[in-house]
């Protein structure tokens, strides 16, 4: 028997876990922040309803018909799709081994909050930057000098794998039981970081930031592919964990709506945390007396920079904020770090090697941690944004096109919507069909040739040295060869023994 989720309410909340992460309250606000506030909020919306909504139903949809995690859905499409069903689980391999160490900065934030290490007051608004690069990354020069693992962050990301390890090797039962939990803890922390946010002098300039569209942004295409490229990442999509997770429903249950909940949970958690965020930019700004668009926000900075400066500038409880922060973050990451171990590895593993939960858990947190360790070295941040470029860019929004062509064509798209509607509480019309087989891969493949492709074909990525930004096709090759390897092993068993 396949394992099961105990109830409905369970599978939703360990969804929606793993939807919200860092994502949320990291990566949302900055592209807010970079594409011009609220203006990045129409993009949003819009590419979450089109796009979201329809490709998760999709990957809930093919979980629960076949039972099986992505790459025994892609087989039961046809024995020559099976590395279909692989490259994802690669590519969400490689996301947990960088994603977890920045959950381990985040731990190690928290700590240092405990004594608002970076300082307080002009002392913290200066020092909060070097804090960052030199204290807690020690940056070397270039992805060329990797130089020795932080230890402090080496020992957190072994804390992080443990933790991990110790939440996966039983299974959904438990899954769904922490993932309550997990979930709960980082809303009611927002809650306070709001409320905090709002009620911080300047509040109101930041979020006249955020809400005031900017209509001509809608005009620049950058701004749709990156609302694109968030949307498939927020919602945990292309990356066989939303498969192996729906594979554990029980064949007559629910699908449509439940996609439903977990995408506008998920973005409501989003929109929600901008307030918290941009309330206290707007309390920068006026600190320090700088526009808008000159508080640095670039990238992780606006987490592990410009969140750090507020906090060392607030009148009280400075340090109590800022473990509220980072343990917000730390929580959120772990439910996403799970699932994507869990639901995007260990599952295709233990399907198509039979082995048993304990072995495969172990094995995957063992040689996850091994390659995390790259991250943690002096060069190692640079290596995590190629590698990010790699799988969250890349290998995300190509195996997501691919596997929407298909579904949508060899397997189609209306067998599997007549196989949702038969069981779902909300019935989708044919409309679905044609956003799958059309409109969802082209769109993807579009962001993929103009948003990437054209860019960093022109000039390495982010201006890295050519072999090191050569390095993201290689990868991407590389594990599209590792994926039909594995389609041609035999299966050994069909009843994921154990
Ligand atoms: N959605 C997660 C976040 O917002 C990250 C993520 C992307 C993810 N793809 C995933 C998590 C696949 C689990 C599985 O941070």
Redesign the pocket.
């Known amino acids: 028997m396949r394992e099961r989720w105990t109830s409905r309410p369970l599978f939703i909340f360990a969804a929606i876990g793993?939807?919200?992460?860092?994502?949320?309250v990291w990566r949302f606000p900055y592209l807010t922040y970079e594409y011009g506030g609220g203006a990045f909020l129409i993009p949003w919306i819009v590419c979450l309803i089109f796009m979201g909504i329809p490709w998760m139903m999709m990957e809930f949809g093919l979980g629960r018909y076949f039972q099986r995690g992505a790459p025994g859905v892609f087989e039961g499409i046809g024995k020559k799709w099976e590395w279909l069903g692989w490259w994802p689980v690669w590519v969400?391999f490689l996301?947990v081994t960088y994603y977890t160490v920045v959950i381990a900065w985040s731990l190690r934030y928290a700590i240092s909050s405990l004594t608002v290490a970076w300082g307080t007051g002009e002392a913290g608004a200066s020092g909060a930057g070097a804090f960052f690069f030199e204290h807690i990354l020690k940056l070397s020069d270039g992805p060329g000098v990797l130089g020795a693992p932080v230890w402090a962050t080496l020992f957190c990301l072994a804390f992080i794998w443990v933790i991990l390890f110790f939440i996966m090797y039983k299974g959904a039962k438990v899954i769904g039981r922490v993932s309550v939990w997990l979930v709960c803890i980082p809303w009611v922390l927002l809650a306070v970081l709001l409320i905090r946010g709002i009620t911080l002098p300047g509040a109101v300039d930041g979020l006249n930031y955020y809400l005031t569209p900017n209509l001509a942004a809608l005009a620049d295409p950058e701004v749709w592919f990156a609302a694109f490229s968030q949307i498939a990442?927020?919602?945990?999509l292309g990356?066989a964990?939303m498969i192996a997770y729906a594979s554990f429903i029980a064949k007559k249950a629910d699908v449509t709506n439940n996609a439903f909940i977990t995408s506008f949970s998920n973005c409501a958690t989003s929109f929600f945390a901008g307030f918290a965020v941009f309330s206290t930019v707007g309390f920068i700004m006026q600190a320090l007396n700088v526009p808008v668009g000159e508080v640095s926000a670039a990238g992780l900075g606006l987490a592990f920079v410009s969140y750090p400066v507020a906090i060392s500038m607030m009148p009280g409880a400075n340090a109590v904020i800022g473990v509220l922060f980072f343990l917000c973050l730390f929580f959120l990451g772990i439910t996403?770090a799970y699932?994507?171990a869990y639901g995007?590895v260990i599952i295709p593993l233990m399907d198509k090697f039979g082995l048993g939960r304990v072995k495969a858990t172990a094995i995957v947190c063992a040689i996850a941690f091994t390659i995390g360790i790259l991250y943690t070295t002096s060069g190692g941040l640079y290596w995590l944004d190629i590698m990010d470029r790699t799988v969250?860019f890349y290998g995300l929004l190509i195996t997501g096109a691919l596997a929407c062509i298909v579904v949508g064509w060899v397997y189609g798209a209306r067998k599997l919507r007549e196989h949702l509607n038969a069981t779902s509480d909300i019935k989708v019309g044919a409309w679905w069909d044609w956003l799958i087989k059309v409109v969802v891969p082209a769109a993807l493949i579009f962001v993929v040739i103009y948003g990437g492709f054209m860019k960093d074909i022109a000039a390495p990525y982010e201006g890295y040295p050519l072999w090191a930004a050569s390095m993201i096709w290689v990868i991407l090759l590389a594990t599209l060869g590792l994926s039909f390897w594995l389609q041609a092993i035999k299966t050994r068993t069909a009843k994921g023994g154990e």
């Open positions: 793993s939807a919200i992460g860092l994502g949320n969400a996301l990442f927020t919602l945990s990356m964990g996403s699932f994507l995007g969250s």
